[in-house]
Each structure stands twice: as C-alpha cells, then as structure tokens.
C-alpha cells in the first residue's frame, strides 16, 4: 500500500500511531539514521566537552555545545523561536542539549528516545538552524532533531498524521483529487474538525490548495551540449504544485538575462517518471530519513548530467535548496551529494553572483510598488544567503526595501498546521513578523518561503511574493506588484 493509500486510511482508523520499524538500540554504536562522521573528532581531547557514554558522533554533534547559555539570554535575540515564545530555558538549544545528554547518558532509560521528557524538550524545535547560525559553537539542532525524530519514529512508529504530510510530493500527483479535497476542507468546518480530531490538523488553519495546474516545462534542451550560459531550474514540489507562477517568472527571467534555461526532469531510469522530482525536505523534517534518501537519490540521478558538465543547478524554495547544501550532507549520498552542494544555488544567489562577475544583462525597470517589506525564511538567514537577496533587489531602480528583523514565522513546514502547535506557531509570528506587517499595511511584501507565505496569509491575510515575481514584473516598463 503506498503512502497515499495508507494516509487516506487514516480518515477511518483510531488510534492515531502505527508501528512502522523494529526499535533500534541505544548503545554506543548506535544505529544513526543520518551519517554523522562529520562531527568524528568534535570535542576529542577536551575535557570538558561532556560527550556522552552512548550515541558515537551523533553525540559528539550534541557535544558541541558549550553550556554558556549563550542562547538563554535575555533581551533574547533571534536565535531560538521557541525560548522566546515560552520564555522557558527548557525550550532553548542549550535546555535541548541537556536533556539529550541525559538521553544518551542513558539517565532515561532503554527507550530513551521514545521518553515523554526529551519529547517534551524536543517538541518545539522548529527546526530553523538559527542556533547553527547565532550559536558560538554552531550546535546544528535542526539537524539533531531529524536525527531524533528518526530514532523516535523507530520505536514509537510514525504517525498518520505525518505520514500524510510527509508524503505530500506523492499525493499531489493526484493533484485533482487532493485540490478537490483541501477545497472542500478549507470551506466546510465540520471537515475540519474532522481533520483536527482524527489526524490532529489543526481545524482553525486553512491548508494550503494546489494551483489548477501545475508547472509546465517549457521545451528544453540536451546538456550534453552545455554551454556557459546554461542553468538548470529544478522546480521544487511547492512551486511545481502550488505556485507554478514562480518557476514560469524565474524561467522567464533566466532567459531574459541571456541564459539558456533547461527545466530539470526525472532521469530515463526513473521508476516514477510521471511524478516531479522533490528535494525529500518533506520526509526529512518529520523523520523520515529512508524515504528523503530515496528522494534524494531521484534528483541526483537526474542531476547526473549537470553534475558532470558543472552547469548550475538553480531552485526558487530555501527550505529544499539549502537542504541539498547541508542537511543531504548527512544522507550518507557519497561524492555526488558534495558536488551538488557546490553547484546548487537559489535563484537571487545565482542572479548576485552572475552579477558580480558581470555575465548578467537584465534590462530591469522601475516598479510602482511603494516600500516592500523583506521577510527572510529562516534557512536564507541561516546560511547568509539574505546578502544575495539584498544585492538583487538592489538592482531593480528606485526600488525601496526593507528586511524585517524576525526569528522563524512560526510556520515552519507543517508545524503551524499542527493541532497542538497552532496557538505557538501563531505567537512566534506575533513576536515580531505581524506587527512588523501590521505598522505597514500597504507595503507590499516579499517572502521566498513557501511556508512564510503561508503564515502571512493566515497572520494579516496579505499575499506575500517571491523575488522571481519580483524580477519578472521589474522586466516591464511601469508594471506595479
Ligand atoms: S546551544 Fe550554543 S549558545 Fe546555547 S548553551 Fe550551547 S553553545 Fe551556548
Ligand atoms: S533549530 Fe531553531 S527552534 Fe530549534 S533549537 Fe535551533 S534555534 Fe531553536
């Protein structure tokens, strides 16, 4: 049965887990579920690191933390979006670290990983690397959490619940069905409810609806022929079924600028040809590591190509493109996986860098928009990638900007969507992003993310764009946004 079948299943099953995989054993080989030799000599010979009896580099990546609460002060920074929202240590990376030494001290028992109490401290980790960005010893706890969750899955099962969401890039090849049935969701309450008590989606949320249609690739062409001015564009599974008009704006901009733009397409041993190709990102934030490996896998197969001629590869959602830079580094993809990474690029780091080594010719005009309000998707600003975003918008004439300075949205893939997390998901977006919103109601708003759009939407019911939308509209003389 797929994953589609057995979610739809869920509309008639109780209770709401299903074992899906035998327990792994905590011992000190540990079975990892990502590869984490990276950290294989994270704290060696320091006394003080603290690496815990059990968990091998796993727990030396949980190790890395120096305990200097650097991320539990007060006034907080924009490190850790749940210790803001709480205001409770427990709810920062440092609290995680704790508890997850604990863990893997063996101090909660056998099933350490099913224990309510590290559940309890893990909960509400958005996943949204601002302590691999703010913290002084880079503890990566979006990453821990993958790897967490992915041991808990083991013992506990997965949830309907996530296996819906996390199987998302195979439903919505059904894409008329599931549009139909999100529609009908969104405006029918007591289906809602229905939703929230047997899957726990929260009732009080609109569900993100498929476009009509999904992207259609332009004719391309061979990269055996590649040239200097080739780019791939790999559609992401949100702009491929939710927001095709971004991926048509950025390969209308990429042509523009004089670059002979091929729509990436599974490769001609793909055993799903007809489904669109997907970063795995869905799988990976819930836990679902062999499924995002196998994802994974069909991208870098029909990467093959581009990989060998170095042409560059360029997508439009921060979540999956900067996945492929870090997060697929730990899926244990070999050689491939590292030459992707450096040859993968969102859509404004590729506009930036064409730039500045003056390949770009983009004929861009004055736009009649006002002030756009920025709001960066946390793994842009985790990376450092809002530099590139500032450069491009710095391009279009007279163009007046402003980012937002705010923590995650609170969305955060499924999270907000949750019915136990809608409430904080809403207060994280409260903190600063809404009212930021909210003290500028013309200003037009820009926001790369996917999930930030949709926290938007729901927060202060504005429609927030993309910078490929941005660019393409800056291609006609006076066109507004
Ligand atoms: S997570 Fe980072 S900032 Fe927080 S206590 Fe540990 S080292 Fe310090
Ligand atoms: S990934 Fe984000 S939410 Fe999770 S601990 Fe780090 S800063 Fe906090």
Redesign the pocket.
Known sequence: MCHYHRAALALYLHPRLIRTRTASILCKSMKHHLDWSSYKTAGQGDAYAGIPATGGDFAKAVA?????????RTPKGV?CPSFRATDDVAH???GR?VVLKAALNGELGKDAFADPGLAAAMELCVGCKG?KR??????D?AAIKIEYQAQRNAQRGVSYRDQLVASLPEWLHHRQAARALIHWRNRTPWLARLGESLLGISAKRQLPEPSVAAYSAPASHSVAEATDRDVILFVDTFAMHFDPEIAQAAHQVLTAAGYRVTTLQPSAYDEEPERALCCGRTYLSLGQVEAARREACRLQAALRPALATGTPIVGLEPSCILSLRDDHLKLGLGEEAVKLSKQVYLFEEFIAREHDRKRLSLDLKPLACGKTLVHGHCHQKAVGAMKSLRKVLRLIPEFEFEFIEASCCGMAGSFGLEAEHAEISMRMAEMDLLPALRAAPDATVLANGFSCRHQIREGVDRQAIHVALLLRDALDAESSC
């Open positions: 890395v933390c120096i305990s200097d609460k650097l991320c539990q490190m920062s990376p440092g670290v302590c703010e913290c002084a010893n880079q503890v706890m």
